[in-house]
T-cell receptor, first 109, second 115 residues
Framework: GENVEQHPSTLSVQEGDSAVIKCTYSDSASNYFPWYKQELGKRPQLIIDIRSNVGEKKDQRIAVTLNKTAKHFSLHITETQPEDSAVYFCAAGGNKLVFGAGTILRVKS | NAGVTQTPKFQVLKTGQSMTLQCAQDMNHEYMSWYRQDPGMGLRLIHYSVGAGITDQGEVPNGYNVSRSTTEDFPLRLLSAAPSQTSVYFC??????????????FGNGTRLTVT
């Protein structure tokens, strides 16, 4: 089955800097790659997603890139703000969506 | 629209007890799923369903049963609770299009403690 690895497990950046979180997946049949943000005590919420027929997608300060050959995808957040502090999860799959273990992002002001 | 509604929000069980976590959605989503979230382990898929009458196992199905008699409801049953099932449980749903890749909508979660 699918296996998703996510790095780093924690990431601290200064406000205004960029943050990059990377994930690798194992199943070449996976065709959907969403990213979720989860604040403490709350439910995960989708921030951006990408499908296997697209290499890059951008939404304001957030972008995701996908390399199908290498089986990895990344989340890029530019101009980080304190409210970006949260846990971020990547996921890969189709009917079975498998999540990475999460990255705790801390934005220091 | 209420979205995905989970009940109860909190539950404490003794080892060996059984219970059902409820999940309902009002978005007419074909696909529904259950995840458990443990510290440092992300979200792990327990069971999922692509439509009424159809269920399938996820990554960690042991100790849990599901059924899908209606489009709206997808209850998760713990047959004999164990301390290892202490976790936060999330129900999630989405549309089930031909490409099978639309965003998951999560409920607010049920925090379960088994003593």
């Amino acid at each position: 089955g699918e296996n998703v690895e996510q790095h780093p497990s924690t990431l601290s950046v200064q406000e205004g800097d960029s943050a990059v979180i990377k994930c690798t997946y194992s199943d070449s049949a996976s065709n959907y790659f969403p990213w979720y943000k989860q604040e403490l005590g709350k439910r995960p919420q989708l921030i951006i997603d990408i499908r296997s027929n697209v290499g890059e997608k951008k939404d304001q300060r957030i972008a995701v890139t996908l390399n199908k050959t290498a089986k990895h995808f990344s989340l890029h957040i530019t101009e980080t703000q304190p409210e970006d502090s949260a846990v971020y999860f990547c996921a890969a799959g189709g009917n079975k969506l498998v999540f990475g273990a999460g990255t705790i992002l801390r934005v220091k002001s | 629209n209420a979205g995905v509604t989970q009940t109860p929000k909190f539950q404490v069980l003794k080892t060996g007890q059984s219970m059902t976590l409820q999940c309902a959605q009002d978005m007419n989503h074909e696909y529904m799923s259950w995840y458990r979230q443990d510290p440092g382990m992300g979200l792990r898929l327990i069971h999922y369903s692509v439509g009424a009458g159809i269920t399938d196992q996820g990554e960690v199905p042991n100790g849990y049963n599901v059924s899908r008699s209606t489009t709206e409801d997808f209850p998760l049953r713990l047959l004999s609770a164990a301390p290892s099932q202490t976790s936060v449980y999330f129900c999630a749903s989405r549309t089930q299009g031909a490409l099978r890749n639309s965003p998951l909508h999560f409920g607010n979660g049920t925090r379960l403690t088994v003593t």
